[in-house]
């Protein structure tokens, strides 16, 4: 027991860095740019003039095209994996508030967000490297190799099924402004509060859509054998733009989407870490 007690100890300790909270901070001004650019990706699509790939991998890609973009790359990297190892922590010892199955919600979304923080920080440091490969070809070829097997297919569905599910969720997580009780609200003024708000709810709500949207596509895909829809997020984007109305419409997701890249912004001043 004393042996547990200071191992909690230590590592509530090192999750109270001042460094660490720092570079957390500056990782939520990296995560919103990925997401601007994500969203300007969204927009070119629309319009039809993207040849990159619509999620947040093309987006650092097109930053690392920039000048300066790898300089900004490796610092973005950094901050990122502080919001890893930050969320790690959060999945660990974090979320005390909270109680019984809401606190348990809560520590496996932290374990999804170390996942998907680590996997852009990782996506940075190849497209620094000049290593980074096609995220949505990588996603199609998997999904045709774990197709070829009748529980391939079951596992590309279940996937699919996952993916959908936390989209939905992150509509409704938006829509219910549950991403509030994760901020100093009590620090902001009421305009403030108010943009906050309005950024949150549009940006989880635009982001809950992409996501359930690709969802569905992989879902599709295992069901009539067709890897092609298992692209992810750009697969959803150009699936939105074919349909009617599609272009407005995904220039209404991409406005969510770089209305959540200035949320982040926001989270790096009042966000609770």
């Not at 996942?115 to 190849?126: R, S």
């Not at 992810?232 to 349909?243: E, I, S, Y």
């Not at 989407?257 to 009042?270: H, K, L, M, N, T």
Request: charged share 20%; glycine share 10%.
């Amino acid at each position: 027991m004393s042996l547990t007690r200071n191992a909690e100890a230590t590592a509530s300790q090192a999750a109270n860095s001042r460094w660490l909270e720092l570079l957390t901070r500056a990782g939520f001004i990296g995560y919103g740019i990925v997401h601007l650019l994500f969203a300007w990706l969204a927009l070119q699509i629309a319009f039809g003039k993207s040849g990159e790939e619509g999620n947040q991998n093309g987006a650092l890609r097109t930053l690392g095209d920039q000048p300066l973009g790898k300089f900004l790359l490796v610092a973005i990297a950094v901050g990122l994996i502080a919001m890893a190892i930050w969320q790690l922590f959060e999945a660990v010892l974090g979320h005390r508030s909270l109680r019984d199955k809401e606190r348990l919600f809560e520590r496996i979304t932290s374990v999804v967000r170390t996942i998907v923080f680590a996997w852009l920080a990782y996506t940075a440091i190849k497209v620094v490297q000049d290593a980074s490969a096609n995220a949505s070809d990588q996603q199609q070829a998997l999904s045709e190799k774990l197709m070829t097997s009748t529980g391939g297919r079951w596992l590309v569905g279940l996937a699919g099924l996952v993916l959908a599910a936390v989209g939905i969720g992150m509509v409704i997580y938006g829509i219910k402004k549950k991403f509030l009780r994760n901020l100093k609200t009590e620090q902001m003024n009421p305009k403030a509060l108010s943009l906050t708000r309005r950024l949150g709810m549009a940006g989880y709500a635009a982001r809950g859509t992409v996501f359930a949207i690709a969802g569905i596509l992989i879902v599709t895909a295992a069901v009539k054998y067709d890897p092609e829809k298992a692209r992810g997020l750009d697969a959803a984007l150009r699936t939105l733009r074919d349909q009617s109305y599609g272009p407005v419409l995904l220039v209404l997701m991409a406005l969510g989407i770089a209305a959540f890249g200035v949320y982040c912004f926001v989270q790096s001043r009042y966000r609770k870490v």
